[in-house]
T-cell receptor, first 118, second 109 residues
Framework: GAVVSQHPSRVICKSGTSVKIECRSL??????MFWYRQFPKKSLMLMATSNEGSKATYEQGVEKDKFLINHASLTLSTLTVTSAHPEDSSFYICSAWGTKQGEAEKLFFGSGTQLSVL | RKEVEQDPGPFNVPEGATVAFNCTYS??????FFWYRQDCRKEPKLLMSVYSSGNEDGRFTAQLNRASQYISLLIRDSKLSDSATYLC??????????FGKGTTLSVSS
């Protein structure tokens, strides 16, 4: 059934480096994927909507040049945190609408990526 | 005003207790409503959808009041395994889910 695979699950990097997070839809095509960020004890905040074959739509306050989103195929969206800084340390999670056989469409989540920038 | 507001808690209850969470949303155009459960640093998992007529799934009962833009979740006979953060979630068709901050529940023996 519909599953969203997200990698890596955990990243520790030095300040100034770039980090790429991959989100793959398994067994279904995802024309739209959503990227969220969650700081400790805070809610999941929508960062951007990733659209296959077109530019991502970013939420207010999210820097598109810092958080690069690429959705080149129907099964893969990537989020690249460029020149990461300690304040970018957070839990990043992707999601996509999909269906399991016999069930209504629902939003499936990747397992998340914990980014720690030193 | 935040789109989805919840009492963050924490709610600390003994096993067997009944506990209720409340949530309000600001966008009257919201069409779908859910309760998700999230364990620490894990992805959120759908607990149940919420319907206007109210719905029940075992020990969990969800209610929706569209006029008041209010959603509730009732957990009966709390178990230790119910300890988690409960997220109130709304959305319009086909769009991203909008999450509340979450209410933390801690069930103790």
């Amino acid at each position: 059934g519909a599953v969203v695979s997200q990698h890596p699950s955990r990243v520790i990097c030095k300040s100034g480096t770039s980090v790429k997070i991959e989100c793959r839809s398994l067994d279904f095509q995802a024309t739209t994927m959503f990227w969220y960020r969650q700081f400790p004890k805070k809610s999941l905040m929508l960062m951007a909507t990733s659209n296959e074959g077109s530019k991502a739509t970013y939420e207010q306050g999210v820097e598109k040049d810092k958080f690069l989103i690429n959705h080149a195929s129907l099964t893969l969206s990537t989020l690249t945190v460029t020149s990461a800084h300690p304040e970018d340390s957070s839990f990043y999670i992707c999601s996509a609408w999909g269906t399991k056989q016999g069930e209504a469409e629902k939003l499936f989540f990747g397992s998340g990526t914990q980014l720690s920038v030193l | 005003r935040k789109e989805v507001e919840q009492d963050p808690g924490p709610f600390n209850v003994p096993e067997g207790a009944t506990v209720a969470f409340n949530c309000t949303y600001s966008n009257s155009a919201s069409q779908s409503f859910f309760w998700y459960r999230q364990d620490c640093r894990k992805e959120p998992k759908l607990l149940m959808s919420v319907y206007s007529s109210g719905n029940e799934d075992g020990r969990f009962t969800a209610q929706l009041n569209r006029a008041s833009q209010y959603i509730s979740l009732l957990i009966r006979d709390s178990k230790l395994s119910d300890s988690a953060t409960y997220l109130c979630v709304v959305n319009q068709a086909g769009t991203a889910l909008i999450f509340g901050k979450g209410t933390t529940l801690s069930v103790s023996s």
